[in-house]
């Protein structure tokens, strides 16, 4: 079984994630770490975080931001899912959007498996994994990471493997240069890595500010660019802070701002 499962979801007021920690702990009987995001593009920093946090253990990793209205709609119950393993690490994630842009930026998977979830019904119920009721349940649901994901993980370590496509992660979208994360100080986590910094060299407001490798070597009230904590393995995004400030307030910045201008 896991040592671990991290859920990163945007239905995450306390009813949702409440609901997915206790399903997960119920079929795993492990710890559950949740993460609530508001977008894709935070999802997708927040997977790469995640990744490198947990360093390859047993464990599992659920990403769940998938909207069914807008370009949605084209799926039938909303965004397919795929899953690949980083170690010994499962991942479940939506295909659509940004929310695998930083783990292909980061060369961390290449593949991934294409699961087709009425298929997927298909075959749980011929292996009599699911009777016919909680198949139709799981394949209408409107709560997939409840319903839908922690089954079929609990289905693939136990050497089910559902049928799927393999695909390339080169489909993936890549992800633009933009914040995706404001922590509590208001630092501005960036998609861009150290050799990028050209790209914020060119923005009209950001060109100025020196990078400097760590926080403690920045002057009191100073902005500047920052080699940071998150990211994968020796790959750090870089960030936009203010020693002692809010670099989101002084720079006027926010999850999804575009630093390329």
Not at 3 to 20: E, L, S, T
Not at 85 to 111: F, H, M, N, Q, R
Request: charged share 20%; glycine share 8%.
């Amino acid at each position: 079984m896991f040592k671990f499962i991290v859920i990163i979801n945007d239905c995450h007021d306390n009813n949702a994630m409440g609901r997915q920690s206790a399903r997960c702990a119920a079929l795993f009987g492990c710890n559950v770490t949740t993460v609530g995001v508001r977008s894709d593009l935070q999802a997708a920093g927040n997977l790469a975080d995640m990744l490198d946090a947990t360093m390859g253990m047993r464990g599992l990793i659920i990403v769940n931001v998938a909207p069914r209205d807008g370009k949605a709609k084209r799926w039938k119950n909303g965004t397919p899912f795929v899953y690949f393993w980083v170690g010994e690490t499962l991942i479940i994630a939506p295909v659509d959007g940004l929310c695998l842009s930083l783990v292909k930026k980061l060369g961390i998977v290449t593949k991934y498996h294409l699961l087709d979830i009425p298929e997927t019904m298909t075959w749980a119920k011929e292996l009599g994994l699911v009777d016919c009721v909680l198949a139709d349940q799981i394949q209408n649901t409107q709560f997939r990471s409840y319903e839908f994901i922690p089954r079929v993980a609990l289905w693939i370590i136990d050497g089910h493997i559902p049928p799927s496509t393999i695909e390339s992660i080169e489909q993936i979208p890549d992800a633009p240069p933009a914040v995706w994360y404001v922590d509590v100080f208001g630092n501005c986590k960036t998609t861009l890595l150290p050799e990028e910094i050209w790209i914020l060299r060119r923005h009209e407001i950001l060109g100025d500010l020196p990078h400097i490798r760590q926080l403690k070597s920045v002057s009191d009230q100073q902005a500047a660019i920052v080699t940071g904590s998150s990211g994968y393995g020796t790959k750090r995004f870089l960030e936009i802070m203010v020693q002692g400030g809010s670099a989101s307030i002084r720079l006027s910045l926010k999850v999804g701002s575009l630093l390329k201008k």
